[in-house]
């Protein structure tokens, strides 16, 4: 079983995302603007002449779940984990090249900022806030705090150097820091590719990273925290599940249910405390229990 290929997705279709993402988390949470006011960020946006060449086209807007159908349309089941709160846009006019696109969405904690960020997370990594990554000249993506950041070349490409600097100037606006969920801080170290992990809470969001089954076979919801992350090991690739319940008897009840349930698409699960772990894609038993092993003792450390 294989992860999802949403990089190689989201570069054919990054439009399309862009339209799914903004009207999906401006669904998912109550605290927001005024409803239908369309109002105007305070400071998280540059300016006319605060970047180099690049020119504001419109007065930035700020969208929450009841006025965002005035920005775009779309489906929002995906998004409704990420305790989205609110998504300022404003386009911009570039020194040469396609205009580009700042998408500033606002979420409940750094945990679902960075979750936003791992699951649009494409290309190489960038400098830029707590963690980035950018397609050269399309799209940048980054997390700070509690803010998830996209900014994309609308309709073309524009340079890469200029899209950074818009990205920068972002960044230098909001907040500083941004923390990880510490789930992430206990994967095991070897031959994990870092940039394969993802965080997520509810099912929506874990079929579109590692599917197993239509039904909620491991008893997701908001209040799960879940990790999934690529691993080399002996010349093999393996993909390592862990999930973190509210208590033991969740836990229990998750691993049972999924020996149930996707029984041939687990090389390897078992449970400790809180913490299930599963380990998928590869027939090399040893190596897949041997690799959950690990992660429900560091898990529970």
Wanted: hydrophobic content about 40%; aromatic content about 10%.
């Amino acid at each position: 079983m294989d992860l999802f290929p949403l990089g190689a997705w989201m570069k054919q279709h990054h439009g399309y995302v862009a339209l799914i993402l903004a009207l999906s988390l401006a669904l998912a949470a109550g605290c927001s603007p005024v409803p239908g006011s369309g109002s105007q960020p305070t400071g998280q946006m540059p300016g006319p002449g605060e970047v180099k060449g690049w020119e504001p086209l419109e007065k930035a807007r700020t969208y929450n779940r009841d006025d965002v159908f005035d920005y775009m349309d779309g489906e929002s089941e995906l998004y409704f984990t990420y305790g989205f709160q609110e998504v300022t846009v404003q386009r911009y006019k570039p020194p040469r090249g396609a205009n580009a696109v700042v998408e500033l969405y606002r979420t409940g904690s750094d945990a679902d900022a960075y979750g936003l960020f791992t699951f649009y997370s494409t290309g190489s990594a960038v400098s830029l806030g707590a963690g980035g990554a950018a397609q050269p000249g399309q799209v940048i993506v980054f997390w700070q705090g509690r803010y998830f950041v996209r900014v994309f070349a609308d309709k073309g490409t524009t340079e890469e150097v200029a899209l950074l600097s818009l990205a920068q100037a972002v960044s230098n606006k909001l907040p500083k820091g941004g923390q990880p969920p510490a789930l992430v801080s206990k994967l095991p170290a070897e031959g994990l590719r870092a940039t394969s992990v993802k965080f997520f809470h509810r099912k929506t969001a874990l079929d579109n990273i590692l599917f197993l089954s239509g039904e909620n076979t491991l008893n997701l919801s908001d209040s799960t925290i879940g990790v999934v992350a690529e691993y080399q090991r002996a010349g093999q690739k393996l993909v390592l599940l862990i999930i973190e319940y509210p208590d033991q008897a969740e836990a229990e009840e998750g691993l049972a249910s999924l020996k149930k349930e996707a029984p041939d698409a687990t090389a390897a699960a078992g449970q400790r405390g809180p913490y299930l772990a599963a380990a998928f894609d590869t027939t090399n038993q040893d190596l897949a229990a041997k690799l959950v092993d690990e992660a429900l003792i560091a898990a529970n450390r």
